[in-house]
């Protein structure tokens, strides 16, 4: 998997939007931008995924630079649940088999009450 | 929402003793995968499971673990002799498809200490 590049950490308020940012500067054209996060003594969760366009769903919004070089993760309103680690990982669109997810250190995100 | 499930959720061993971690995966699903995570350190990829058979393995996963879906509903992993940095969480994952489009769902996790 190519590499991503994710700063340490990050501090919000609650209830304003935060906006998590990701550089993948090797990012191959096949290669799909998944977001994981990771609850205090949970599993990781599946946030969001995308290849080009921006995406949204009922948890967060996932912008795509134009060059595909960097996206950004973006909780509209954040809430303490919110509090996790955020993990950018890339996985190519030509791999078949049950293949590995690669994690990062990723994001520490604090949200603040 | 259906979700995996994961058991136990804590288990003490000496070292050198058998271990078995339980997943029940969520019920349409075809991927399966273990995970780990050493306290501190990052989430590490362990083995991938389709169709019956090992698809991807790590470095990590070596001659002391083995992965089996005895009966259509649970995925376990066994370590065969536990070893002092065997300590960790180890996380069930599945998935619908492969790919790189497919979402993986995980467990809650089964922490593993050995003494």
């Known amino acids: 998997d190519a590499k991503t590049t994710q700063p340490n950490s990050m501090e919000s308020n609650e209830e304003e939007p935060v906006h998590l940012p990701c550089n993948h500067s090797?990012?191959?054209?096949?290669?799909?931008i998944h977001w994981y996060r990771q609850l205090p003594s949970q599993g990781p969760e599946y946030v969001i995924h995308?290849?080009?366009s921006n995406v949204n769903n009922r948890m967060a919004s996932l912008a795509i630079a134009e060059d595909r070089k960097s996206s950004t993760l973006i909780l509209h309103r954040a809430t303490l649940r919110d509090a996790a680690v955020y993990y950018c990982?890339?996985?190519?669109?030509?791999?078949?088999?049950?293949?590995?997810?690669?994690f990062g250190e990723g994001t520490q995100l604090t949200v603040n009450p | 929402e259906p979700e995996v499930t994961q058991t136990p959720s804590h288990q003490v061993t000496q070292m050198g003793q058998e271990v078995i971690l339980r997943c029940v995966p969520i019920s349409n699903h075809l991927y399966f995968y273990w995970y780990r995570q050493i306290l501190g350190q990052k989430v590490e990829f362990l083995v991938s499971?389709?169709?019956?058979?090992?698809?991807?393995k790590s470095e990590i996963f070596d001659d002391q673990f083995s992965v089996e879906r005895p009966d259509g509903s649970n995925f376990t992993l066994k370590i065969r002799s536990t070893k002092l940095e065997d300590s960790a969480m180890y996380f069930c994952?599945?998935?619908?498809?492969?790919?790189?489009?497919?979402?993986?769902?995980f467990g809650e996790g089964s922490r593993l200490t050995v003494l």
């Open positions: 090797t990012i191959s054209g096949t290669d799909y």
């Open positions: 995308g290849l080009t």
């Open positions: 990982i890339l996985r190519d669109v030509g791999e078949t088999s049950g293949s590995r997810l690669t």
């Open positions: 994952a599945s998935s619908k498809t492969s790919g790189s489009a497919g979402e993986l769902f």
């Open positions: 499971f389709y169709n019956n058979e090992i698809s991807e």
